[in-house]
Nanobody, 128 residues
Framework: QVQLVESGGGLVQPGGSLRLSCAAS????????MGWFRQAPGREREFVSA????????YYADSVKGRFTISRDNAENTVYLQMNNLKAEDTAIYYC?????????????????????WGQGTQVTVSS
């Protein structure tokens, strides 16, 4: 019902910045709350950030708060993750995900099982 494609990953030095994009197609983008998750080698996929249907509510994992900013442009069917002051521990594959349910999201946005649609992921590597 919605297809997601991430882009913008790459290799960056500690302290650097990247801007990830997730382009959506197939259904009305504004019908979906959106989340970013990441998975490092040997670790479980974890919540990074989420944004509500119109962008009015944003949430962040403690590990990225103050460094990452999530936003969305419904006219362009795209959600973004601006990542500043990157650290080595930010190295992971980053996935965007779309939530196709209702207001339950406001208490469940950290749980990856709540998201019904996932992108293919984009690699972020932070290294000297």
């Amino acid at each position: 019902q919605v297809q997601l494609v991430e882009s913008g990953g790459g290799l960056v030095q500690p302290g650097g910045s990247l801007r990830l994009s997730c382009a959506a197609s197939g259904r009305t983008f504004s019908d979906y709350a959106m989340g970013w998750f990441r998975q490092a080698p040997g670790r479980e996929r974890e919540f990074v950030s989420a944004v509500s249907w119109s962008g009015g509510n944003t949430y962040y994992a403690d590990s990225v708060k103050g460094r990452f900013t999530i936003s969305r442009d419904n006219a362009e069917n795209t959600v973004y993750l601006q990542m500043n002051n990157l650290k080595a521990e930010d190295t992971a594959i980053y996935y965007c995900a779309a939530y196709n349910g209702g207001s339950r999201w406001f208490t469940r946005y950290r749980n990856l099982d709540e998201y019904g649609h996932w992108g293919q992921g984009t690699q972020v590597t932070v290294s000297s």
